[in-house]
């Protein structure tokens, strides 16, 4: 078998792939607001000595939901707008008889986290709307107020808040730009203009006396355009 017909059913596959991921649908409905499902490590900053004490090998991890409302889409760039989030971690560890922490009791420790954001945000989504590459870049920042809780042998001991600044970049996928049937499918049952997956880095300033903010970590996740 000659070597050009070998390859030209896998050339042909590829190039049939390619035209498909490489046509953004002109019949989208208007894009208003997209959600985010995330999770990540989460490990606060600070004066750990307390903290690592009955923490040291837990990262969280946090989950995380947000909601960008689309305000404004600048042309030949993206969509403007406001960004809310709220997200929870969990620690959890054994309660020291000791100052030192040489000796462990029965009763468990736990520290719940609660960071709520509120931040200005630009999504640069041209590349797919512009020039049919399915992928956009996103980054926003604002203010946090990160809540915290703790508890011992199951009663509440202690409680605060602290405000921070707070940023994050995202870089992010349109799935549906490989299933364009799919997609439009969702879009005019369900309004969901696209679905994507994103890779996050991100960070908060909010301190108080203990660690409860994360200074640099990073987070993946799913989102939907409505």
Known sequence: MKLQSFIAPFAAIALFALGDVGVARADESPE??????????????????????????????????????????????GPIGITAAGGWARYSGIACLDTDCTVRSGETVRLDLFPVGALATLR???????????????????????????????VRDGYGSAFGFRWQAQLGLYLDAFERRAARSLDVEH???????????????????????DRFTWAGGLGLVF
């Open 32 to 77: 208003r607001v997209s959600l985010d499902l995330r999770i990540g490590p989460y490990d606060p900053d600070g004066d750990r000595s307390t903290f690592d004490q009955y923490f040291s090998d837990d990262h969280g991890p946090l989950l995380e939901f947000d909601a960008f409302f689309h305000i404004y889409r600048i042309p030949y760039v």
């Open 124 to 154: 640069f989504d041209a590349p797919w709307h512009e020039w049919h590459v399915p992928v956009f870049v996103q980054g926003g920042v604002g203010a946090e107020w990160v809540r915290f809780r703790s508890s011992k042998g199951g």
């Open 191 to 213: 309004g969901i203009n696209h679905s994507y997956i994103f890779f996050e880095l991100r960070g908060s300033t909010a301190s108080d006396s203990i660690p409860i903010a």
